[in-house]
């Protein structure tokens, strides 16, 4: 069992008794944190593990919202409703970022950032005029309807779906980084000439890893909107975009659980600092200051290459084996 798999069950662990202690801590921050601890993983695959640095991630998490959040409205009580809307929205995300990813991916650097950045805006101008998203209101009062039998308005029987839908997406993430596929987008992102001449289309692989990091993304988006019963233009802003930036440089790019503990740090201050209403935003950037500072890395990146150099002080100051001495007999062939 690899360590990763062995630290996320022991997250798993706790996560299943929260709402016996909703007094220490709410169910429902819960599944904010893991909506958008998924929304960080999936930034993450495209930043981390390929080298991409996209400001469109908002436009699928929100389009994955405004489709299942419609649909859950049209045909929440139907038994296959709940499923069928959140497979959708996912499909929806995938075209949204088919789309953008098709158009972008055959630029660099900031050129690549700043066309991920205009279409995404588009994404949002038409989220105002399409009348089916709400324009300025949203979506609102959306049902949760139910799952093979299970009644979703109940807070708790809601937690521990959500807890399996976040539980695949996190695997389904963590299995792309550990493939034969992820190598090689790793390989491309230290680099990309050198993967193009071992003989790697590196264009189809960036745009599949985007296209499967907008998939992620939407499925967060999707779960977002059940849990919630609402879908915003927040949700396809440009400050959604840039707070999943936040969360993952926070945590630390490149690593599994960096995004999670990015996602909870920055969710846990917009909660419990929400008494001092704008001044949250300069208290988180103020830990951001002190992250790029003194954490280069993020917090989870930080800690792993600390233990990484223990361990290799702890290898060069093991003792060797001496070698045996030069006149020490020979034993003579039977």
Not at 165 to 184: E, K, N
């Amino acid at each position: 069992m690899s360590t990763t798999l062995k630290i996320f069950l022991v997250l798993a662990a706790f996560a299943l008794v929260v709402p016996f202690v909703p007094g220490l801590i709410y169910p429902v921050f819960v599944m904010k944190v893991m909506c958008y601890g998924l929304f960080a993983c999936a930034f993450n695959l495209l930043l981390g593990f390929t080298g991409l640095v996209s400001f469109s991630h908002a436009a699928f998490l929100g389009s994955a919202g405004y489709v299942t959040g419609a649909l859950m409205i049209r045909f929440g009580a139907h038994p296959l409703g709940m499923p069928a809307a959140l497979v959708l929205g996912v499909a929806a995300s995938l075209l949204v970022g088919l789309a953008i990813g098709g158009l972008a991916i055959r630029r660099r650097g900031i050129y690549f950032a700043m066309i991920t950045l205009a279409l995404s805006q588009i994404v949002y101008f038409l989220a105002v005029q399409f009348r089916w998203t709400g324009g300025e209101d949203g979506l609102q009062g959306i049902p949760r309807g139910n799952l093979f039998g299970l009644d979703l308005t109940s807070d708790t029987t809601m937690y521990y779906v959500m807890l399996a839908l976040f539980s695949a997406g996190f695997l389904f993430v963590d299995r792309i980084v550990h493939s034969p596929f992820g190598q090689i987008l790793q390989a491309v992102r230290d680099n990309e000439a050198r993967a193009t001449s071992l003989g790697y289309d590196t264009d189809r692989f960036k745009l599949l890893a985007f296209v499967l990091s907008a998939g992620v993304a939407g499925y967060a988006g999707a779960m977002k909107a059940l849990v919630f019963q609402l879908v915003s233009l927040n949700d396809v802003s440009l400050h959604t975009s840039t707070e999943v930036v936040l969360m993952t440089l926070l945590g630390g790019v490149g690593t599994i659980f960096g995004p999670l503990v990015g996602a909870a740090l920055v969710v846990g201050l917009q909660n419990y600092l929400a008494t001092i209403g704008d001044l949250v935003t300069v208290v988180i950037g103020l830990i951001f200051i002190v992250c790029v500072s003194f954490f280069r890395r993020g917090f989870v990146g930080e800690f792993l290459h600390v233990r990484r150099r223990r361990a290799e002080r702890r290898a060069r100051a093991a003792p060797r084996p001496e070698p045996p001495p030069n006149d020490a007999p020979v034993a003579e062939p039977a």
